[in-house]
């Protein structure tokens, strides 16, 4: 119990939370809303679709230590390439990874750059839907955005729910981006320090193991909770093909 009261009066356990439900606010409706729009995008039936999607599928093979150390390199102040394309057209780029408020921002980027996995997911998805819904909605004389919202976004649900479950664990459990970015010191100003980075320097730097598993037992019980939540609402908004 004294490691639980300790928590509540520790500074940077509060600080991690914060930084990591503020990546999980962002990043996984970002990744929903640019998964489902690149799925849609790749599952137009045109020549050479094959080729895209590996490019879109390519960065999720990339390991995340070489991921950070790529990024680092393009969002760089001086000499990145982000920064620097910014300049061409007038715009001076911020600071990105050295400064507190572009801090998490710049890791939400990087995150999406792998999404390729819920992308093949989300295309499974839509090769699922059968075509006579796309018919019978031509038939009665539904355009393209009729048709996704009232067709395809509602099938693709199901698909949209296990996506939202398993990107919100994930997202709680943010670790080697941030680690390998900051060499484990959640610069600037603590703003990269993560619940899982926090937990891992108190229970194997620290060798407050106590302290740690009293950490691993509240995100257990928050990532259960969220996930009943989640599983609970699902019964307004997924819709099961035959139901």
């Known amino acids: 119990m004294n490691n639980y009261r300790d928590l509540f009066h520790d500074p940077l356990f509060w600080k991690s939370i914060y930084n990591t439900i503020y990546f999980t606010i962002f990043f996984v409706p970002l990744s929903i809303f640019f998964g489902v729009a690149l799925a ?14 590996t490019i879109f599928f390519l960065p999720t093979l990339v390991p995340q230590v070489a991921l950070a150390v790529l990024w680092m390199w393009l969002l760089h102040p001086n000499f990145g390439l982000v920064n620097g394309l910014l300049a061409n057209i007038g715009i001076d780029g911020p600071s990105w990874l050295g400064g507190e408020s572009w801090s998490k921002p710049s890791l939400i980027l990087m995150s999406l750059w792998g999404i390729g996995q819920a992308v093949v997911i989300y295309l ?25 919202r009232k067709v395809t976004l509602p099938l ?3 698909v949209i729910f296990y996506n939202l479950v398993m990107g919100m664990i994930g997202a709680f459990q943010q670790f080697t981006l941030p ?42 019980i928050i990532v259960m909770a969220l996930t009943g939540i989640i599983f609970i609402t699902s019964k307004r908004w997924v819709h099961y093909q035959g139901k």
């Open 179 to 220: 680690y390998t970015l900051t060499k484990g010191q959640g610069t600037p100003a603590n703003s990269m320090t993560f619940y899982v980075m926090y937990l891992y320097e108190n229970g194997f730097r620290y060798f407050k193991m106590g302290y740690a598993s009293a950490m691993a037992w509240i995100l257990f």
């Open 40 to 53: 849609m995008m790749l599952n137009m039936k045109v020549k050479g679709m094959a080729i895209f999607r």
């Open 124 to 148: 499974a998805g839509l090769g699922d839907i059968p075509d006579e819904y796309y018919e019978a909605a031509q038939i009665d004389g539904a355009n393209w955005f009729q048709k996704t």
């Open 156 to 158: 693709l649900t199901p």
